[in-house]
């Protein structure tokens, strides 16, 4: 079994920045793409960010050249680099990585992590 374990989250002020983790854990596994996503009240999970083994990222337009994506793979880690943070930015955010294990394909998520961010 793989877990995936987020950090960082927290009640912040606009404008500040803040740094999410996600680190995967288990036995016989490899990681292929990792990311990001969000949900807030009401609304439906969203796709943040998005980064491949090989570095290649991508983004929703509501968080380019404000969030950055990157990832050290022999930590098995993904992070989350928020900057210039909105209220709207406000959400739960989860890990999902996906993954291989023992020959299967495998789309793994976190618990979820929350960011407040007041204005």
């Known amino acids: 079994q793989v877990q995936l374990v987020e950090s960082g989250g927290g009640l912040v002020q606009a404008g500040v920045s803040l740094r999410l983790s996600c680190t995967a854990s288990g036995r016989a596994f490899s990681l292929n793409a990792m990311g990001w996503y969000r949900q807030a009240p009401g609304k439906q999970r969203e796709v943040v960010a998005r980064?491949?083994?090989?570095?290649?990222?991508a983004y929703a337009d509501s968080v380019k050249r404000r969030f950055t994506v990157s990832r050290d793979n022999a930590k098995y880690t993904v992070y989350l680099q928020m900057s210039s943070l909105k209220p709207e930015d406000t959400a739960v955010y989860y890990c999902?990585?996906?993954?291989?294990?023992?020959?299967?394909?495998?789309?793994?998520w976190g618990q979820g992590t929350q960011v407040t961010v007041s204005s």
């Open positions: 980064i491949t083994t090989g570095g290649n990222t």
């Open positions: 999902d990585a996906d993954g291989i294990r023992f020959g299967r394909l495998y789309d793994w």
